[in-house]
Structures are given as structure tokens and as C-alpha cells.
């Protein structure tokens, strides 16, 4: 039967903003292609008419995640499957009557909209590099199913062959691969100077724990009320965009609870930071631990209902050819630093490290608050802006912060102070001060830039072209309203100051004129 369908999205990519919420969606929005067309046959002069019923149309949007890893092997779970009937109601009728000669067949266009939940994680590939195709995808499918009618101008051949054919039939239309994107929410008022970051400073007061490193082979310590008495808090950006080479760090120290003597003794020579980005893989046997991801039920889940476009592993795995090395095992863990590996991480605090005490200019007795008693380090810490190492799991690159069903990637950086203390008996001893910030890793929206009337081209279908891609940077609905539907208001930018009315027009009204719209004065 000549005919086929095809799936033909308004983007081939989906563009979610914010963080993941299980109470938005998005719509996915585009129309399956129906093509009608008569056979041609041998010693048959004119094509005949052909006519289809058709009785269904649905369209499906799935998104599975699949993991392959050496230690753990395969696993699959699907995300989501959301279908749509656009067939409502009575069957339709096609038939390309009038047109059975052309080279080019009947089409039909049916519009679809399919809303995608919000919380659905980013494409993306991860787990073995030697499979290829694994981790998140999402797809479009689409399924018809018509009856063929016959018609009174059909061939012999047809009428020959049509008591052993079945009238009804399904076709599919072929796979059409959707990628998801995640952009996070920029501030409404972003700084105007590049050095800075993009996102604001968050605070963090610290709970810094002591300990040794690996080059610190000295048993005597420093007593752990004096290092208790060190005061940590650190800044760093709510969060960090992809392509930022550098992040911004702040640590401000103080010691108000140490004594005079203590503060001489005690010294802070240095500091070390590393940013790591841990990846975690993960085998789940029980769906409990992923219902709040709110995922199809277990009935609907391999292996009781197999993907639509599983990995080819799979069926080794099935019938046993392969086998998972570490039955008990259920997660696998990646992590790595974010450094060049040239860079130490090191940062050398410049003066004898004394940084606690306070000595006042002579003659000056006034006290000075706490709050005056802070010292600060700032530094750039550098981030390398590409890959340098591959392992089993392919190159270690910068991914977005995120947490899956099968799939985490999480980012930490690493902070240790070096503190050296004068004993009593003249002993030095160090020790180090570790705390760990969580951050958050983001992709950003690139923002076009709308050229100037002088750039734009006359000509009228590449004005179009060129329009079209303007057309799709239109804010998200959650940047302009909250989720209760009230318009959201930016309060960073002040009102124009009041100005009293003039004393000529304090006492007058103003009318429209019909003629030239102007405002006139009326006495």
C-alpha cells in the first residue's frame, strides 16, 4: 500500500529552563506527514485512484536511560512514554483522486502538541566508551492504521492479489530523535563587567575539619581548641556556567577567641583548592528508589516491556553470553579533577601569616568591632577549558550538575588551609583545616544578537531564514511569570523619581483631540 507517515518537529531540540520540576512541562509541538500515492503497473496506461481509511493516528514521545559500565554492566530504565490519539472521532477518508498521475504524492499534515514533563533529565552519552549510544535519549514515534479501499477503476493485478492481502494495515513512521536541553534561569539584572561572574555569591559558614595530607608525616598537632577557635566563612557563585574558565573564591577568617599569645603562635601560610566533579552510575533493581522521579510502573519497564530503541548489548546480556562481574555491586563511581594538570592548586598568603592579629596604630585606643577583624583572600581559580584525560568512561569533560535515575554528576570544590603553630617549647607543628562547597554547574542560553537594519538583506526568503532563527529566542514562560500565573516583576530597577506637576497645568485637564491625536491644553 503506498503510503507512509513521518514525523516532522517544529525543532529537533527542546529547550527547558530552570530546574528540573515535576509540576511544569513543555510543549513539544510539530505534525506527522501522511503521503498518499497510486502503484504504477506494467500495461496499465493511467495510475487508479487510491483511497485509505484511516482508523488511528498516534504519536508517542519516550525517553529512556540505559547504562553500560565494566563493573556494574547493563542497565535500562524508560523515563517517560506519553502518547497522543489524533485521530478523534470518525475515521478519515484520503484518496488522491485527481491527482493519481503526479509524480509527487498526496500529503496531509496533523498537527500534534505533547507536553513534556519538566523534570526529565538532559540528553546525553555517558557510561562504557566502547558502547556506543548509551545514556539518556529521547525519540518521536509515530503508528497509523488504515483499511485500503478498493476502487472501481482498480487493475487486474490488484483485483487478483486483493483476496490474499488484508485490508487493514499499520505502518510506522521512522524514528525521530529529540534532544533535551536544560538552560539555567540568568539573573534578571547580570553584571556588566565580564570579570565577574554571572550568577551572584552565595555564603557558606564553614565547619572546617582538622587533618594531615599526604606530605605531612609529623604526628604532634595543634590542639584542637585552638584551631576550633578559627572562624571560616566562604563565597562562591550560586552557580557556575560551562564556558567560565575561571571561578571566583573568597574566604574570610577570624580568630576573636584566640588569645593574645595564641594569635602570635599561630600562623596561616597557605592554601590549596580543587575543583572535582564526581560521576555516579547506577544499577537499580528497585523502582522504589526512583518513584520520585516519577517514572513509568514496573510493568512498563524492561524487561517486561522492552525499549523501543535499545542498545544492541542488551540481548547479550539477556541471554547470558555476557554477565555483570560484580552481581552485588550496584553503582559505579567516576571522579576527577577540573584542573589542568599542571596547576597545583596551591596559593601562597603572602606576609608571615600572622593573619589574626590586629595590631592598632600607636596612640590609636579605640576597639575595633569584629566585624573589622575578617581577613580576606580572594582568588581566580582556574578551571581547564578542555578535557585532558580519557579513561574507561570516555574523556573527562565538564558536564552540567545534575541527578538521574541511573545517572548523577555532582561538583565540589575542595579547600584546605595550612596552619603552623609555635608550641610552648619552641616545637612547630601544622595541620590543615579541609571543608568541601557544593556547586552547581549550568549551561546558559547563548543570546543572539538582533543585527541593526543596515546588516539585513533585502532579499525576501533570506529575510525569512533570518527571522525564523530570532523567532526562537522568546524567554521562557518561567521568566516572566510565577508558577501561579502572577507577572513577575523586577524590583531592581528603581522608579522614576517624582516630579510635581508644573503650576500652569496643576489646574487644568487634558482632552483628546479626534484630528491629530495631540494632547491640548484646555483653559
Not at 131 to 158: M, N
Not at 475 to 499: C, M, V
Request: hydrophobic letters at 35%; aromatic letters at 8%.
Amino acid at each position: 500500500m503506498p503510503v507512509s507517515i513521518d514525523i516532522i518537529p517544529f525543532s529537533d531540540s527542546l529547550e527547558l529552563y530552570g530546574e528540573p520540576d515535576f509540576s511544569s512541562a513543555f510543549s513539544l509541538a510539530g505534525h506527522v506527514l501522511i503521503s498518499l500515492s497510486s502503484p504504477s503497473f506494467m500495461f496499465q496506461r493511467r495510475r487508479s485512484t487510491t483511497r485509505a481509511l484511516m482508523q488511528s493516528l498516534t504519536v508517542t514521545f519516550e525517553g529512556q536511560s540505559e547504562i553500560i559500565t565494566p563493573d556494574i554492566g547493563y542497565a535500562a530504565l524508560r523515563l517517560c512514554s506519553i502518547t497522543r490519539e489524533l485521530v478523534i472521532g470518525e475515521p478519515i477518508d484520503l484518496a488522491n483522486e485527481g491527482h493519481e498521475d503526479s509524480n509527487k504524492p498526496c500529503s496531509w499534515n496533523v498537527i500534534f502538541d505533547i507536553p513534556v514533563p519538566g523534570w526529565l533529565p538532559t540528553t546525553s552519552m555517558y557510561g562504557d566508551r566502547n558502547a556506543v549510544e548509551a545514556g539518556t535519549r529521547y525519540a518521536l514515534y509515530a503508528t497509523a492504521t488504515f483499511i485500503s479501499l478498493e476502487d472501481g477503476s482498480s487493475s487486474i493485478f490488484s483485483s487478483f492479489f486483493s483476496p490474499f492481502s488484508c485490508r487493514t494495515h499499520t505502518i510506522n513512521a521512522p524514528r525521530c530523535p529529540v534532544t533535551l536541553i536544560r538552560f539555567a534561569e540568568v539573573p534578571s539584572t547580570p553584571s556588566s563587567v565580564s570579570s565577574t561572574p554571572v550568577f551572584p555569591m552565595a555564603l557558606f559558614i564553614v565547619d572546617a575539619q582538622s587533618g594531615k595530607d599526604d606530605t605531612e608525616t609529623d604526628t604532634t598537632t595543634i590542639p584542637p581548641d585552638i584551631l576550633k577557635k578559627i572562624q571560616v566563612v566562604a563565597s562562591i557563585p550560586t552557580a557556575v556556567t560551562l564556558d567560565e574558565t575561571s571561578v571566583p573564591l573568597i574566604l574570610r577568617l577570624q580568630g576573636n577567641e584566640l588569645d593574645a599569645s595564641q594569635r602570635e603562635r599561630l600562623r596561616i601560610t597557605d592554601f590549596t583548592v580543587d575543583v572535582e566533579q564526581i560521576e555516579t552510575y547506577r544499577s537499580i533493581t528497585s523502582l522504589d528508589r526512583v518513584a520520585r522521579f516519577v517514572v513509568p510502573p514496573r510493568t512498563q519497564q524492561p524487561p517486561s516491556f522492552p525499549l523501543r530503541n535499545a542498545h544492541p548489548v542488551h540481548t547479550l546480556y539477556d541471554v547470558g553470553f555476557l554477565m555483570t562481574p560484580y552481581p552485588s555491586k550496584t553503582t559505579s563511581t567516576r571522579s576527577f579533577s577540573l584542573f589542568d594538570p599542571s596547576n597545583s592548586g596551591k596559593y601562597i598568603i603572602s606576609g608571615d601569616g600572622r593573619v589574626f592579629m590586629h595590631d592598632s596604630p600607636e596612640g590609636d585606643v579605640t576597639p575595633h568591632s569584629p566585624s573589622e577583624n575578617w581577613y580576606v583572600l580572594e582568588a581566580n581559580i582556574p578551571l581547564a577549558p578542555d578535557p585532558h584525560q580519557l579513561d574507561w568512561a570516555g574523556i573527562r569533560s565538564r558536564r552540567i550538575s545534575e541527578n538521574t535515575p541511573l545517572f548523577s554528576v555532582c561538583h565540589a570544590m575542595h579547600i584546605a588551609l595550612r596552619c603552623v603553630y609555635k608550641q610552648p617549647d619552641g616545637e612547630v607543628v601544622s595541620e590543615r583545616l579541609h571543608f568541601s562547597l557544593p556547586m552547581q554547574h549550568v549551561r546558559v542560553a547563548v543570546p543572539l544578537i538582533i543585527p541593526s537594519p543596515t546588516d539585513r538583506t533585502t532579499v525576501d526568503t533570506t529575510e525569512l531564514q533570518k527571522s525564523a532563527l530570532y523567532s526562537q529566542s522568546l524567554p521562557a514562560y518561567s521568566q516572566l511569570f510565577h508558577s501561579n500565573g502572577e507577572r513577575k516583576i523586577d524590583y531592581s530597577t528603581p522608579l522614576p523619581l517624582y516630579e510635581p506637576p508644573s503650576s500652569a497645568s496643576s489646574s487644568s485637564s487634558f482632552t483628546l483631540d479626534c484630528s491629530d491625536d495631540d494632547r491640548k491644553l484646555i483653559s
